[in-house]
């Protein structure tokens, strides 16, 4: 039997565990300066904390535990002759490996909430396990690295989550366009075409103007059983820069959304009176707290470049307000890669399936194992990305060995990772095994040395060697 | 429905995560400074790679994770009538969560043996499960902290692991015995009675001597079956202090173990010679690598007490040599805790069953969890242990807080963590918030201040405030 693991999860060995913690640390520390604080869920949940949440189709994407014991006990006096295997798994498993950070999370704000001060900013790095088909740069065990702050309307968070995507990505050296939506602009346009359930339909069509023209995506709105006179008023909406376009929209704005609603009600008459349409309110507020974001956060990011993307329908099932999506720049740097690698939004009411209503939320999710292919791809890891020994000492045999001993503990009482090849093996083999560990020092201490009280030490980089006082080696590693 | 997880699972708050960071750290910084080098493996494993290794019992306690999709396919044609379900989850499970770190890295290492350098040192943090029934100090969701060396037969690795677990718990502050012992001593005494099999019954024996004395030890193998020759023959071994005791043994040894055997052949006969009894090879053998080890080891260490038990009999399925044990030396501490909170020993032939015979390693497992409630226990996480945020403004409405956002990214970009209130909240919310979160600063900056281009600071643990120049704000904070 030749050993193997699962399709879909990965072994990581010592140098990618080094890229990947660079990562996890970049993100972490930006997280941390932002005062968001750490929290750790269980990998197993109740199945019905999950069950649900995720479509139908995010359901059979739920990795379920066997009931631990006699699993057949559950299924006792029950006819399984006509059982599916969906009825079968009620009674057969009670837990399953979590799907995402979200739902625990609101599973987590709503169990403790007795003992959370709000708002609650809190940042969780773990796992997540889904039983997706596997494929180049999608596995079925993969890190998310999530930011949330719950209990606070303030588009603040939104303007600070962004700063914070611009610090992570300046830090890591990849260059990204955040792509912004809001929730409540789709749902505008689609209410004032009378087509209120028909968001995702005119986000796709939008998506395609630039590619197929008016013309084709008249007919695919039409395949879609739209009729003519609703496409006429899309389009016109859509084309109308003056309507859409976010970063001509100057206005004053309080950023309490609440306190504003007067204010909306007055820029939508205006538009109105402006143009040709009325516009609902729900569409000027949409893009009113877009254009808050977008003002702010011009002032404070400076590796990011902006881009206000109405066809960005991303997780609408339950995002209500701002729609965030991050994608490699590829006009600024060779990249193959078009995928999103890190994205969120706001979310109205995620605790109200376990609850609690009405706490309004805002989060970002970084993907961990696809921001390491595309550094893998630019080729950006730091050279300094390295946790090996610094200082191996040769094995000339059991006397120098321990006469080494004391020597290698107090290079790591100094924190400087040291080793001692264990074994008297053969000089080649030894220095063989420094090459290969990317040893930055090697010490030679034989019968000699030990006599005179000093060592050789090797730069393994410059191959220079030197003949020092043993007590002065900390001095000499750099 | 109140949400909740499952039992023996845990949610960890931020308080708690800081102090669990906090053994993580101190625990990969010093694997890291003996240079062992991080790995990771999936949560799941091919069912058939952990089954098997743990026992029938242990066997029981792995969770067994559903087959996706239609997982009643796997029991087509078959006749599950009669079928139990240890029989049935061959057919709809193929997959399961790691039951320790052990296994899972001796597949590792025979997958990828052309890839690694020998000796292989890694370290491995990664949670594991079982499905153990949960009780106060046992979960079934915990990490362990695994530090090993393969491919090297030396005894300067137990050596330098002894030394780490004293750097471990001098940083932890945790006061600890050693216990060691060593499988081939065991199997030596055994051997010697003729009961080669019967090596657990004796290590249990032992142990009880101090409490039961002769007598009780005797009545309890009687009931094991022994008879009274082989009884008095244990008896007068363990007895003989000379035999068994480790410090007074003052021996030269080659440290390599092959090597030496002649000289061990040599040993054992003088043995024979001096005393009563042929002592079998393997036990002079052990008694040699202790002596070795205990040698060397107490010149390194500083916070450990060492002592040698022949009683402990710890994991005896898979180690052949040294055994380790660590408690709280509750001599040296106001503690109840008695079980072990980090172990490990050396086995000669772990790889064996994935197919790659005879690479000798030697490991030892840190149990953070137990560690946790130890240091809880005695109070002595360092007050220091916090990672909250270090400097909050105050949100006075719009035009304030769009004036402090500057600010804030000032101090963030000088890795000072730093937040806004999201809210123009109530003042007296604003400050509760602040003293929750243990935030050391808030800084004050309403219309007055904009105008002078100063803000007000607040050290909230003496309660003193000052007023200062906005740009010099950093020099301020500490």
Redesign the interface.
Known sequence: ??????KG??????QE??KR?YIFDTIR?VF????Y??????????L??LMGKYGEEGD??I????N?????DGLKDKD?KEM??KE??KY????A?RYDLTVPFA??V???QN?I?F?F??YQIQ?V?R?DRPQKGRY??FYQCDAD?IG???L??E??LI?MID?VFGKLNVPVIIKLNNRKILQGIAESIEAPEKMIDIAVAIDKLDKIGDDGVRKELIDKGFDNARIDKLLKIILDKSIVSVGDFNFEV???INESDARLAVLASKINSDGTFLLPEVFVKGKNELGYIVH?VK??VSSIKIEVDLSLARGLNYYTGTIIEIQVDRSRCKSEFTSSICGGGRYDDLTGI??LPNVSGVGISFGADRIYDVIEELNRFPQSVS???KV?FV?FG?NE??YC??LV?EL?KN??????????AKFKKQM??AD??KIAYVVFIGGDEMSKGVLKLKNMTSGEEKEIKSDELIKHIV
Chains 1, 2 share one sequence.
């Open positions: 039997m030749k050993p193997s693991i699962p999860t990965r072994d990581f060995s010592s565990m080094v913690n520390e941390r300066n932002y005062g604080l750490p929290i750790e869920t269980p990998s197993m949940e109740n019905d904390t059979k994407l990795f379920k535990i066997l631990s014991g006699d699993f057949l399984t599916g295997a079968m798994t057969i498993s009670e837990k490996l599973r987590y709503v169990q403790h003992d001060t708002p900013k809190r796992p396990w039983a079925r065990e702050v606070s309307p303030s603040l968070n303007v600070e700063q610090d309080s950023h309490n702010n002032k404070l376990f609850g946790s090996s020994t191996m094995n059991n060995a321990q001993l004391p503990s790591r924190n400087i990772s040291a080793e001692l090849y264990p074994d008297a063989g095994y290969d560990k």
